[in-house]
């Protein structure tokens, strides 16, 4: 599935992969790659035999951010990413990182050479970062005369400190992969982050869809709520839980022995 190809899809062993494919521009985001990332997180939305998603990149960058030559040679870009609709809760250009947060599944993102702007709001909407130990970063909207409004508020809240959050917003500066570790927006270095992501996504993909997408949910509705509304959501989302297939399937292959080959899951149900 893609625009152009600027988008790949592919989905195997429970396990999508989604690439950033306009190498020959840094994977600078066109429209084509805006709407080819909504297409995609659509139809990993609809597809319940999907257990994680992985985010990268072809070429030798994961995105150095929206293209603003492409935005000059197409002005009508601009309203078509920026305006929202009265019956909508955000404009594309909001959407196409929030999407990734709003899956029902875990989403990580593998992250090499530079991820600028627009590519590290996308990077920071995914649940886990994994990025070789050179990577280069940038909150880079300063440069513009802009602020990340692809729903960095939203992430940057909840990843690091409001200090270093506005420190790297307001001067736009780069800062290394290991920089961004210690700031709590990357989750992990690694040589080879496809490698590291694939590994995640292979054990996340042997426990229960159901409760993998539970936790997601249930993270999503609690983190920094008060105590008394993050009881009531755990209590909720285990109703849910309790007694159905998976579940029952989780149990029995926990209980069996480590000779017995464990029952496959059955294809998840969402939470929302």
Wanted: glycine share 6%.
């Amino acid at each position: 599935m893609s625009n152009d190809n600027k988008v790949i899809l592919e989905i195997r062993d429970h396990i999508a992969w989604v690439y950033l494919n306009r190498p020959e521009k840094l994977n600078g985001l066109d429209m084509d790659m805006f709407n080819g990332l909504v297409a995609a997180a659509k139809k990993i939305r609809k597809d319940r035999s999907v257990r994680a998603v992985i985010l990268a990149a072809k070429g030798a960058s994961f995105s150095a951010g929206l293209d603003f030559k492409a935005v000059s040679k197409t002005p009508s870009m601009i309203p078509k990413l920026f305006l929202k609709f009265p019956w909508t809760k955000m404009n594309l250009a909001q959407r196409i990182a929030h999407i990734w947060r709003d899956l029902p599944v875990p989403v990580i993102c593998a992250i090499h050479g530079n991820c600028f702007g627009g590519g590290m709001q996308i990077a920071l909407a995914a649940d886990y970062r994994i990025a070789t130990p050179d990577a280069n970063l940038c909150i880079m909207e300063m440069k513009w005369g802009l602020i990340p409004d692809m729903s960095g508020m939203v992430t940057l809240s909840r990843l690091t400190r409001v200090d270093i959050a506005q420190e790297l917003t307001m001067t736009g500066r780069q800062f290394s992969a290991e920089e961004g570790y210690e700031y709590g927006l990357i989750s992990k270095l690694a040589a080879d982050p496809q490698a590291e992501a694939l590994a995640l996504a292979e054990t996340i993909a042997t426990k229960s869809p159901d409760a993998i997408a539970a936790t997601k949910y249930l993270f999503k509705k609690t983190w920094k709520a008060d105590t008394w509304k993050a009881l009531r959501w755990e209590r909720w989302v285990q109703t849910r839980l309790l007694g159905r297939k998976n579940q029952q399937i989780a149990m029995k292959n926990g209980l069996a022995g480590k000779d017995k080959a464990p029952k496959p899951f059955v294809n998840r149900r969402s939470f929302r």
